[in-house]
């Protein structure tokens, strides 16, 4: 099971040189994938969680693939938010130019003032993702130009209409942050669509919350990934069991301030990769 990483390139502390030592940081402690968010307009719905400056993700990436040689990918792209050949395009761009190392993460998206600052019909936002998905496998199969390189889509989400998406598009269903209950209540149904589409499994790659503290979190509601470092290392064992082929950890808490020290999430990163270089639960 591959572990990987979701590097905020968003925030008040986040520039240049700390997106570099972000990069540096996970190659370094021997994470397998390093991963961005994506969004367009900072309106105020998004701001409130993911505040400005935020670095467009294929910029970043494509930027950061010179520095590390790790994996790179998105989690996820907001698929309505722009022409499904631009995507295209700058996908296989990357992925050529970085050796093959990019995975196209993606979902529908959620921010209803961004749609509106962008001219996307938010209603239409679950519509648009397939017809968009379709049209970029498409520029895809004409390798002499695009040169894709059979580019990895991870879908994201949880509903019923994403649980299909997976198994119609994707290489790997990618749901987020979510408990560890529901995951294991949801992937079954992600193989019972698989069986009766008539396709194949994707892989489970989930991104999880990484909180780590010093005392154990109980309740229904914690999530994968959160507690202390034994929880941790239960959760990524349990989810080795159920499958999983990539666990990619998120240690942002949606505290603006925190992309100003890093080094907490380094910390718990560390930990991690102690825990995980040992016999997981």
């Known amino acids: 099971m591959r572990l990987g990483v979701n590097v905020p390139n968003f925030g008040p502390g986040t520039d240049p040189a700390t997106l ?9 402690l021997g994470f397998d994938l390093l991963m961005v968010s994506d969004h367009i307009a900072v309106t105020p719905d998004v701001a ?45 761009n990357l992925n050529d130019l970085s050796g093959g190392r990019f995975v196209l993460g993606v979902g529908v998206g959620w921010a209803r003032q961004e749609f509106g600052a962008l001219g996307v019909p938010y209603e239409r936002r679950g519509r648009l993702t397939d017809e968009y998905l379709t049209a970029i496998r498409a520029a ?15 879908v994201g989400g949880g509903s019923e209409a994403a649980l299909r998406r997976a198994v119609r598009f994707g290489r790997a269903w990618h749901p987020l942050r ?14 019972q669509i698989a069986g009766e589409m008539g396709r194949p499994v994707p892989e489970f790659a989930p991104r999880i919350l990484l909180r ?70």
């Open 20 to 28: 570099r030592r972000w990069a540096l940081t996970v190659e370094g």
């Open 212 to 281: 780590v503290m010093e005392s154990p979190v109980t309740g229904p509601d914690r999530r994968a990934g959160e507690g202390t470092i034994e929880q941790v290392a239960a959760d990524l064992g349990e989810l080795r069991r159920l499958g999983a082929t990539t666990v990619v950890l998120d240690p942002y808490h949606e505290d603006p301030g925190e992309t100003l020290h890093p080094e907490a999430a380094w910390e718990m990163l560390a930990a991690v990769r102690v825990a995980a270089d040992g016999p997981l639960p």
């Open 178 to 191: 979510n408990t560890l209950p529901w995951l294991r209540e949801t992937w079954p149904r992600v193989r």
């Open 48 to 92: 409130e969680r993911y505040p400005a400056p935020f670095y467009d993700p294929f910029t970043t990436l494509a930027w950061l693939a010179g520095t590390t040689r790790i994996g790179l990918g998105t989690t996820v792209l907001i698929v309505p938010y722009r022409h499904p050949l631009l995507v295209a395009r700058m996908a296989a």
């Open 140 to 154: 895809w199969a004409d390798e002499r130009d695009y040169r894709s390189g059979g580019i990895p889509i991870w």
